[in-house]
């Protein structure tokens, strides 16, 4: 199993809980600690390892096609939907030319194992629980565990991602995850580099010639009164920043976009077809609710409506469909506009179908299909009991992807760790929670 065996479940746990970080990883947020890693097959582990590079071409083929629509290449509707609602400002910046070929250096994607293999429900450029899948692999690797990224995994593809050093910018949005780079970054800087990194908050940063990793969301630009300069000197090629100010790239419709027939041919001509066929194998069939006619003889593909307020007559197991907010707000992370139909009544899942019908163009929002996941047993140390219990768990999986360029400037894609978030199997959402159990992953 790859797991070592010599010490008992509760030694382990006394071991794991002796090396929490004293400031913790977390501003007030708890989980449940797990004696054993989460266990994946090689089949499932293999597909993993593949999956960041196929991930790396499909954001790049995204980025291609934002561009083509721009240039009257590919439909001008593509862009349209893409910068919908957002200030013409931060469009300028997603369009500067500098920028043009810039690809986020971390990939994360949200995988929720079912029955076959996995489904891709999410794609975060910004993601939290980089230092906290750091201190899990680092944790359980001390243990004798072989822990998929290693003990160093994580630490290295951060520090590779920022070769020359430099400032990790947190706004107070984002804050909550400010403990876990603060431990990541003593990390790296006690690992014997040459180079400093160092977390700083976002609202108050005076550039310098520092490179830098963007640790906030774009919607709270008006928030960080120097943006403009960061950006200035990221376009300049002073330093260089990651993820880019590319909004367009953040959107949760390209599962739709990557489905739509009207564009099979900008995908092939960008994507290998084996690739590509795989990628719309992992990621849902996805809608943009955009409220505009359908001609009376046509149909939404895949729904049998053509008009998006029919949603509201369907019966509880046609509602196996998730709403949720596209991206460019406040909602649109940490599963905050989720509405999963066939686990709302029938009230509430019609005023969700009209919140999202009724928000675009200014906020677009996505339906896409629901997929149910697999049901496992995991182990966890229950505090109040003091003793070691096992629960039936629904597990979401986060590879951390890390895109950095080699000594010849070939682009290296290194999956750095796996963090799983293993939640009770009567919760239908998938995220941290107190009742989560984190934990790194392993091989079978």
């Not at 790049?60 to 013409?88: E, F, M, V």
């Not at 804050?175 to 990194?197: G, Q, V």
């Amino acid at each position: 199993m790859g797991t070592a065996m010599s010490e008992s479940a509760y030694e382990r746990v006394k071991l794991i809980q002796d090396s929490f970080p004293t400031e913790g990883l977390f501003k007030d947020k708890h989980w449940r600690i797990t004696p054993y890693p989460f266990v994946i097959s090689k089949k499932t582990s293999k597909k993993i390892h593949e999956l960041g590079n196929y991930l790396l071409n499909y954001l790049r083929a995204c980025n291609t096609i934002y561009h083509q629509s721009l240039r009257g290449k590919a439909p001008d509707w593509i862009a349209s939907y893409l910068d919908a609602g957002k200030p013409k400002s931060l469009i300028e910046q997603g369009k500067h030319k500098s920028y043009t070929n810039d690809i986020p250096k971390v990939i994360r994607p949200d995988l929720i194992l079912n029955e076959e293999s996995f489904a891709i429900t999410e794609l975060d450029s910004v993601p939290g629980g980089i230092g906290l899948t750091a201190w899990l692999n680092k944790t359980y690797s001390s243990l004798g565990d072989n822990i998929i990224g290693g003990s160093m995994g994580m630490i290295e593809g951060f520090k590779n991602i920022l070769p020359r050093g430099g400032d990790i910018l947190i706004s107070e949005e984002a804050s909550d995850y400010k403990p876990e780079m603060e431990w990541l970054t003593k990390e790296i800087n006690d690992s014997k580099t040459k180079e400093s990194y160092e977390v700083l908050n976002a609202e108050n940063y005076k550039i310098n010639d520092r490179d830098i990793y963007r640790f906030y969301e774009l919607f709270d630009l008006k928030n960080i009164p120097t943006a403009e300069d960061i950006f200035d000197h990221s376009a300049s090629g002073t330093i260089t920043m990651t993820s880019p100010h590319k909004a367009y790239l953040e959107e949760k419709m390209w599962s739709a976009l990557l489905h739509s027939r009207a564009l099979r041919e900008n995908w092939m001509n960008l994507i290998r077809q084996s690739q590509l066929n795989k990628l719309q194998s992992y990621i849902p069939y996805s809608w943009i609710i955009d409220p505009g006619p359908v001609p009376h003889y046509a149909e939404l593909p895949g729904l049998g409506i053509n008009n998006w307020n029919q949603l509201n007559e369907f019966s509880k197991t046609q509602r196996e469909l998730v709403l949720k907010i596209s991206g460019y707000s406040e909602l649109a992370w940490g599963s905050r506009s989720v509405k999963i139909g066939h686990d709302l009544s029938s009230k509430e899942w019609k005023k969700a179908v009209e919140t999202a019908i009724s928000d675009f163009p200014k906020q677009p929002w996505i339906l896409q299909k629901h997929i149910k996941s697999k049901v496992f047993e995991h182990p966890f140390w229950d505090k109040e009991k003091n003793k070691i219990i096992k629960i039936n768990v629904r597990a979401r999986l986060c590879p951390y992807f890390f895109v950095s360029s080699n000594h010849q400037s070939m682009t290296e894609v290194a999956l750095g760790g796996i963090l799983a978030t293993l939640v009770p199997s009567d919760k239908k959402i998938i995220h941290g929670m107190s009742e989560a159990i984190m934990a790194p992953c392993i091989e079978e």
